[in-house]
């Protein structure tokens, strides 16, 4: 039992000095963290502005176009956040900083994976913040604490999804052009195929199927339900082709497919960190 919590209090003690080292990083260049702040609240000025005259009732369930894209936009912040949260590894690759980690008297190699968990959770849920910030200013509203509760648990699990596909595709890719490549590719095609924009009763019948597919859509769809102060798990969130999804059906697809993910990578990462 002493040799266990030994060995913990070295694994929490390389994972914070590793997840440190991230930040000094991210101090030394903190256009990172401004770009992923400004961008969505460029979205939402603009976006808001452009349907700001649209007819009353022309979304149901919001006031404005802004109280329904706010949702939206804190999901993307997050998920932006997390799926370039393979660079830092896969630079460490390129410039052998992971090799000597790899050779150094770790108790747990497992540190190297937590410490970019926690360094992108934390500074997805500082974006995210501020988007709030930003959105309530701005009149869009702001949850309740049980809707709180609901906002960030949906956080955690789109970010650790996110981040386990990224961290997964940092050690199978060959260089972080390809890597960059891949985001540029991914990122803003998930965006418009999900209901951050829109909601499915506006798409094409093809377009609402892959939104209602989407994992954006099933973390975006409680947090905006979180936004009405009426939040229910038992609510129905989303409205997809196939049924009707409670917001409890949405976390716990988001759930499902988060442990998923970290199970599937589980055999890649010892392989890749043994």
């Known amino acids: 039992m002493e040799l266990q ?3 913990l209090f070295f ?3 390389e994972t914070f000095a590793l997840t440190k080292r991230l930040f000094i990083q ?10 992923g ?45 997390a799926l370039n949260s393979g660079l830092p590894l896969m630079f460490d690759r390129e410039f052998g900083f992971l090799n000597r980690l790899l050779v150094a008297p770790l108790t747990s190699r497992l540190s190297i994976v937590l410490s970019s968990f926690f360094y992108i959770t934390i500074l997805s849920f500082v974006q995210s913040i501020v988007i709030m910030i930003v959105s309530y200013i701005l009149g869009y509203g702001w ?15 789109l970010v650790l999804f996110v981040t386990s596909i990224s961290l997964c595709l940092a050690f199978v890719l060959p260089g972080h052009i390809e890597l960059i490549a891949l985001i540029f590719v991914i990122n803003l095609p998930l965006l418009f ?14 377009l609402g199927w892959l939104a209602s597919l989407n994992p954006l859509t099933f973390a975006i769809e409680p947090i905006r339900t979180a936004y009405t102060q009426t939040m229910d798990l038992e609510f129905v969130a989303l409205h997809a082709p196939y049924g009707d999804l409670t917001c409890k059906s949405c976390i716990s697809i988001l ?14 990462l010892n392989r890749k960190l043994n």
């Open 5 to 7: 919590q030994y060995n």
């Open 11 to 13: 694994l929490y003690q």
């Open 26 to 35: 991210l101090k030394r260049r903190p256009s990172t963290l401004l770009a």
């Open 37 to 81: 702040i400004l961008q969505p609240i460029i979205w939402l000025f603009l976006f808001g502005a452009l349907f700001s005259k649209a007819p009353e009732g022309f979304l149901p369930g919001v006031d404005s176009y802004g109280n329904f894209l706010g949702a939206g936009l804190i999901v993307f912040t997050a998920f932006s956040g």
């Open 143 to 157: 949850p309740n604490l049980y809707g709180l509760g609901i906002v960030f648990t949906t956080l955690i699990l």
């Open 193 to 206: 195929a999900s209901t951050a924009l829109a909601p499915i009763s506006f798409m094409p019948n093809w």
């Open 255 to 268: 759930f499902s497919l988060t442990v998923f993910s970290l199970i599937i990578i589980r055999p890649l």
